[in-house]
């Protein structure tokens, strides 16, 4: 791994540690609040590729698992992976990977600005969402007793504004790429 390479995943896990510490919105009835946490990683993916994206979300895992207070409302320490946020944490850096793989795949080949920007939003819903809850979802449901459905259910209130995340990051992933092309380099 070049020195680059080190410094771009370390950039990206302070980025990831910045919109995690803006001010989550609880919900009621659901114990997992509404972050930029999802926007992080849908950028680190997009951006930075699938090895590189899920090294930055690996890397603030480690930050929160070693007990920084770098989570939503500053949080940290392993304790909070065995709560019912702990799936989607876990989640991110897979989801950070496979958006990056899409990206690289579907984006990077596209022949248009339109058609670019989609291929981006497509890798954001499918890894930095659908991955994700896919995670984040059973770990919810098992963390705190409900069923999967109600779980699932309850979950859904995160889709609109996930959506709006995968947009704004696919667009600003798009604006990046035509100035500094991070997916054409390795790795």
Known sequence: MKTKDTVLIALFAALIVVLSL???????AIPVPVTLQTLGTMLAGAMLGPLRGGLACLLYLLLA?????????GRGGLGVFFGPTG????????????????????????????TAVAAYVLACVLGGMLVV???????LSGVTQMSLGKAAL???VFVPGDLIKAVV???IAWRVERV?????ESP
């Open 133 to 139: 809850y896919a995670v984040g979802i059973p770990w």
């Open 65 to 73: 698992a070693i007990g920084l207070p770098v989570l939503p409302g």
């Open 87 to 114: 799936g989607f944490l876990v989640g991110m850096a897979l989801g950070a990977f496979v958006t990056g793989w899409l990206a690289r795949s579907l984006a990077a080949r596209a022949a248009g600005a339109g």
């Open 169 to 171: 990051a696919a667009w």
């Open 154 to 156: 309850a979950v859904a």
């Open 180 to 184: 500094w092309p991070m997916l054409r």
């Open 22 to 28: 803006m001010p989550p919105i609880p919900l009621p």
